[in-house]
């Protein structure tokens, strides 16, 4: 790998000379690093808890101090991990699909300056975005939970499930990782009646291993 180039997206062969993307760039290195440090304070407690644990398996919702295996501060300290992560790699991938697109010549800097040209532009975002199966689960995660929640500001197709989970989104700690819990259920007025919410099941750790080929060939693990 060129060291004066910085890769954008290996799995498209896209690296770009820094100094040609110097905003774009410097906004790549600020978000990888905080992805980074969200990976860095999450992943060690996992590793701990499968040591302490052994086979016994965890069920274990984030309610601070239900579970002698979490750490009270971690407990509260985890679901902000993921709302940061969720938007920072969201933006990460959206500035990535960015420059994929200028390196192709579908988007041009006149893009940026004329209408209805700029819509282009979040269209081929939208469908970068969608390109990557590793985030399918994450982004649909963001649109209800991190970047507004579904109970303020909930779509025709939100169920009622949906909008109260988005505000709790409690983070589960199963095979071996820590999750977002998407299988919360809502109980109706009626005990009989049940609706399970539709926010989205990922793991911090899990996508932020898989994306390591794609995005950051440069980081090893220790």
Known sequence: MDSTKYTIDKVQNIEIDPRKYNNEYN??????????????????????????????KISYFGVPGNNDLIPHNLSIALPNYFHWFGNSLVNYARLSGFIVGKEIGYITEDDLQYEPERRKIKIYCDNYIKSIPEISQLVKWRHKVSA???????????????????????????????????????TMSSPDITVDSEIPDWSLTEIFEKLIERFWPDVTFN
């Open 27 to 56: 906004a790549l290195i600020q978000l990888k690093t905080g992805l980074i440090i969200l990976y860095n304070n999450t992943k060690p407690f996992e590793l701990e808890i499968i040591q302490k644990n052994g086979e016994q």
């Open 148 to 186: 507004h929640f579904a109970l303020t500001a909930p779509q025709s197709d939100d169920n009622i499930a949906t909008m109260h989970s988005s505000i709790t989104f409690p983070i589960c700690f199963e095979n071996d990782r820590f999750r977002t819990a998407g299988s919360m259920v809502y």
